[in-house]
């Protein structure tokens, strides 16, 4: 391992994780349920949504991001508990990405979720409407989409975020081992 590069097989794993959610999200878009009137033989009107795929591919998304967050947590600990991280531009940097990484994950997961549970919604129940002017509500475009983008966004300062710690804990693990150097405050004798 290279000096504050961090494991190879996290960063691939990280990458991996995320951009198969980043594709779930894509796939859920193109696949929101969509609804149609239908009138029965007894003069009924209500809506009938197609299929609930894009729920199954919010959901995937979702937890593939949770995977590749809780897998970069497990990692570094979650920067607070394991090795001490050295003062300097590295532990800042490492700060301030683990924080954006965190801010970013709960936008994207949450895009995400509120995409799948409305998606579900409309897919799974119907409504009797008597008014003659009716469409069948469906989830908004670009929720989902907004979720994909949070997550490249995750993604990027994860990634940024892995490569800045592991140098501020290699920095503070070779700040340790070096020998101390001391004044020495006994007299002359």
Known sequence: MGEG???TVVHILVIALSLTAFGFAIAAERRRSTGTIITDNVNATYCVYDSDVATG????AFLFLF???TLLMGVTKCMCFGKPLAPGGSRAWSIIYFSSSWLTFLIAEACLLAG???NAYHTKYRHVIYASNW???SLR???FIAGAVFVVFNMILNVYYYMYFTKATSQAARKTNRASSTVGMAGYT
């Open 5 to 7: 590069k961090g494991s």
């Open 57 to 60: 591919y919010g959901v995937g």
């Open 67 to 69: 995977s590749s967050q």
């Open 116 to 118: 799948a549970t409305k």
């Open 135 to 137: 469409t069948c509500e």
């Open 141 to 143: 475009k670009g929720v």
